[in-house]
């Protein structure tokens, strides 16, 4: 069996980050992630918010890391090259009666430490964004937008090209605790590790149950969200939050600008029995809208390209209200065992902080000793299309791939495909191109450039056209032909 110091069990953004923080330091680190690719559940499938602090009890868990991880952002943007920007968000109220609710959340925001904070009025609100009506607004400066796939890709591919050991497709069937060790059986062979550390987000308590009796259980709650074409990018420029329900511990149906310029309506919020149901329905779709357009009456219906959904890892049931804090501690009957439970929003937000306090955790069963060739690489690279046409040229006449578009779309070229096919990480399925490189994100989500990614698949990397995936092992791209060709 293969020895490790510490195995995570998630390479969610959670488990992304904590095994970026540990690559730091002279340790043997293996992350199981059950997908294709990092950041395949709720990780990716989310509104890409970086939260400021506002919406959580100041002794909570949650504001305390969210607070926390918004400060660390910019600098591990910089560093790292994955995308952020500021742009600010309104949480807006349209009578008196809500106004009052601002004063509340404007209080607990300060209690928590947020800068900036300031209630508008609806005249000051139209002077930056003259489509949203209202009665007042709580103007939140330090709130931003990321793309969510990318934030965890940044943390992977970094712990990666530090030796950090990435084992995808592996899933754990089960786990034994063996004197100071824990034995880790996966559909790969077993494993050996001094330290686990459960970031299994909506399987967290199947990991648990593995080793001890639950004492928690966890509700899915869907959230499902619609995308609009970039030609609607006009319509805001930063987030529109309404007053949050007082019910299911969410904040509501918000309008929200992407990185890539289109815009996300979203999400719902609706307890379910499986969390792998992931599927998008007419009926949200209709109530999506709906909500928007209370927020932004010109709101256009036709604007939707996409919908997809992400299911919230939630330890409270709609019952007792949906809220409840993080835990993130080490287990009092199994010992190494660090569970980090209830990874909800603002998790993407929290996940650096997060990640320090668990590497504070482990250096207390393990001596850590600081790398000194550790490195840091920008994942994201200019793309062709945004360079000026010198740079456009001196690269096509070294390598002409990155003069053939492939995704007319979105102006990705054959080389981008290609560089997004070699990553550290070793995922090669038709999403790890999509979220490294946006190829078929497009007006025309992938009905042109697929064909193109597929050719390069088999021709680049010998990847039999029976094994290509989508997005996980069980999702062929290709099950068998239409029709026999007849070579007479």
Same mark, same amino acid.
């Given at each position: 069996?293969?020895?490790?110091?510490?195995?995570?069990?998630?390479?969610?953004?959670?488990?992304?980050?904590?095994?970026?923080?540990?690559?730091?330091?002279?340790?043997?680190?293996?992350?199981?992630?059950?997908?294709?690719?990092?950041?395949?559940?709720?990780?990716k499938?989310?509104?890409?918010?970086?939260?400021?602090?506002?919406?959580?009890?100041?002794?909570?868990?949650?504001?305390?890391?969210?607070?926390?991880?918004?400060?660390?952002?910019?600098?591990?943007?910089?560093?790292?090259?994955?995308?952020l920007?500021?742009?600010?968000k309104?949480?807006?109220?349209?009578?008196?009666?809500?106004?009052k609710?601002?004063?509340?959340?404007?209080k607990?925001?300060?209690?928590?430490?947020?800068p900036g904070?300031?209630?508008?009025?609806?005249?000051?609100?139209?002077?930056?964004?003259?489509?949203? !009506?209202?009665?007042?607004?709580?103007?939140?400066? =330090?709130?931003?937008?990321?793309?969510?796939?990318?934030?965890?890709i940044?943390f992977?591919?970094?712990?990666?090209?530090?030796?950090?050991?990435?084992?995808?497709? =592996?899933?754990?069937?089960?786990?034994?605790?063996?004197?100071?060790?824990?034995?880790?059986?996966?559909?790969?062979?077993?494993?050996?590790?001094?330290?686990?550390?459960?970031?299994?987000?909506?399987?967290?308590?199947?990991i648990?149950?593995?080793?001890?009796?639950?004492?928690?259980?966890?509700?899915?709650c869907?959230?499902?969200?619609l995308?609009l074409?970039?030609?609607?990018?006009?319509?805001?420029?930063?987030?529109?939050?309404?007053? !949050? !329900?007082?019910?299911?511990?969410?904040?509501?149906?918000?309008?929200?600008p992407?990185?890539?310029?289109?815009?996300?309506?979203?999400?719902?919020?609706e307890?379910?029995?499986?969390s792998?149901?992931?599927?998008?329905?007419?009926?949200?779709?209709?109530?999506?809208?709906?909500?928007?357009?209370?927020?932004?009456?010109?709101?256009?219906?036709?604007?939707?390209?996409?919908?997809?959904?992400?299911?919230?890892?939630?330890?409270?049931?709609?019952?007792?209200?949906?809220? =409840?804090?993080?835990?993130?501690e080490e287990?009092?009957? =199994?010992?190494?065992?660090?569970?980090?439970?209830?990874?909800?929003?603002?998790?993407?937000?929290?996940?650096?902080?997060?990640?320090?306090?668990?590497?504070?955790?482990?250096?207390?069963?393990?001596?850590?000793?600081?790398?000194?060739?550790?490195?840091?690489?920008?994942?994201?690279?200019?793309?062709?299309?945004?360079?000026?046409?010198?740079?456009?040229?001196?690269?096509?006449?070294?390598?002409?791939?990155?003069?053939?578009?492939?995704?007319?779309?979105?102006?990705?070229?054959?080389?981008?495909?290609?560089?997004?096919?070699?990553?550290?990480?070793?995922?090669?399925?038709?999403s790890?191109?999509?979220y490294?490189?946006?190829?078929?994100?497009?007006?025309?989500?992938?009905?042109?450039?697929?064909?193109?990614?597929?050719?390069?698949?088999?021709?680049?990397?010998?990847?039999?056209?029976?094994?290509?995936?989508?997005?996980?092992?069980?999702?062929?791209?290709?099950?068998?032909?239409?029709?026999?060709?007849?070579?007479?």
């Amino acid at each position: 069996m293969k020895n490790f110091h510490v195995a995570i069990i998630g390479a969610g953004v959670i488990g992304s980050s904590i095994a970026w923080e540990l690559s730091k330091y002279k340790l043997d680190v293996v992350v199981f992630e059950k997908g294709s690719d990092v950041a395949t559940g709720t990780s990716k499938a989310n509104s890409g918010v970086i939260h400021s602090g506002i919406n959580s009890p100041s002794s909570s868990l949650k504001a305390r890391f969210c607070v926390e991880g918004n400060k660390m952002l910019q600098p591990l943007a910089d560093s790292l090259g994955f995308s952020l920007k500021w742009v600010g968000k309104f949480v807006i109220a349209k009578n008196e009666d809500e106004a009052k609710e601002l004063n509340q959340i404007k209080k607990v925001g300060q209690e928590n430490g947020v800068p900036g904070l300031e209630i508008k009025d609806e005249k000051d609100v139209k002077a930056l964004e003259p489509n949203v !009506p209202c009665y007042k607004a709580l103007w939140v400066p =330090t709130a931003g937008i990321i793309l969510p796939y990318e934030f965890t890709i940044a943390f992977a591919e970094n712990a990666a090209i530090n030796n950090v050991n990435f084992l995808l497709e =592996t899933e754990v069937m089960d786990l034994q605790k063996k004197e100071n060790n824990f034995v880790i059986k996966t559909n790969k062979g077993k494993f050996q590790s001094k330290i686990l550390v459960n970031a299994a987000g909506l399987n967290c308590r199947e990991i648990v149950s593995m080793l001890q009796e639950p004492d928690f259980n966890v509700h899915p709650c869907r959230g499902e969200y619609l995308v609009l074409d970039k030609a609607y990018s006009h319509l805001v420029k930063s987030m529109i939050y309404p007053i !949050p !329900p007082k019910e299911l511990g969410v904040l509501g149906v918000h309008i929200t600008p992407t990185i890539e310029g289109n815009i996300l309506l979203g999400p719902s919020a609706e307890f379910i029995n499986d969390s792998d149901e992931k599927r998008t329905t007419l009926k949200m779709m209709k109530t999506l809208l709906r909500e928007a357009k209370d927020i932004i009456p010109i709101f256009p219906e036709k604007a939707v390209i996409n919908a997809y959904s992400g299911i919230r890892c939630k330890l409270a049931s709609p019952n007792e209200g949906g809220w =409840t804090d993080y835990i993130i501690e080490e287990s009092k009957q =199994t010992p190494d065992l660090i569970n980090l439970l209830g990874i909800e929003s603002p998790g993407l937000t929290a996940a650096p902080a997060v990640s320090k306090e668990v590497v504070k955790m482990i250096s207390k069963s393990i001596k850590m000793k600081t790398k000194t060739d550790f490195k840091t690489k920008k994942i994201k690279n200019n793309r062709f299309s945004e360079m000026s046409s010198k740079e456009k040229s001196d690269l096509i006449k070294k390598d002409q791939r990155w003069g053939r578009v492939v995704c007319r779309c979105e102006h990705i070229t054959e080389a981008e495909i290609f560089n997004a096919l070699s990553n550290p990480l070793k995922s090669q399925t038709l999403s790890s191109v999509k979220y490294r490189c946006r190829a078929g994100m497009g007006r025309c989500q992938g009905g042109f450039c697929t064909q193109h990614i597929v050719r390069i698949m088999g021709e680049d990397f010998n990847i039999d056209v029976k094994k290509m995936k989508l997005k996980s092992s069980n999702s062929n791209l290709f099950y068998g032909k239409t029709r026999e060709i007849d070579n007479d």
